[in-house]
């Protein structure tokens, strides 16, 4: 098998990444410097944290414009896409210790 050199242009993923999770449910945290996003899988009465992204304000704006972009790319094949009802009670957090 031949070598591949390593290309500084070529994304690298973990031999031990799990793969992908399932989120419907989002919080959104800030400081001056950064946002924390936090993805959840919220199936009733219960959820968990997904992932985490911790992101400046300046990448931020891209990840948005490049999800509406993605959106609206999506829409205009597959048709428009109804915004997802919001919870109807408030979602709490506990640490397992």
Do not use: C, W
Request: net charge negative; glycine share 8%.
């Amino acid at each position: 098998m031949e070598k591949q050199e390593n290309n500084p242009n070529q994304i690298q993923i973990r031999d031990n990444f799990a793969g992908a999770e399932y989120t419907n449910a989002m919080t959104v945290g800030h400081t001056k410097e950064e946002f924390l996003l936090t993805f959840l899988n919220v199936v009733a009465p219960a959820g968990r944290v997904v992932g985490k992204v911790i992101t400046s304000p300046g990448h931020l704006k891209r990840i948005i414009r490049a999800l509406d972009e993605n959106l609206k790319k999506y829409e205009k094949t597959f048709g428009p896409v109804e915004e997802a009802e919001s919870p109807k009670q408030e979602i709490g957090f506990q640490s397992k210790d």
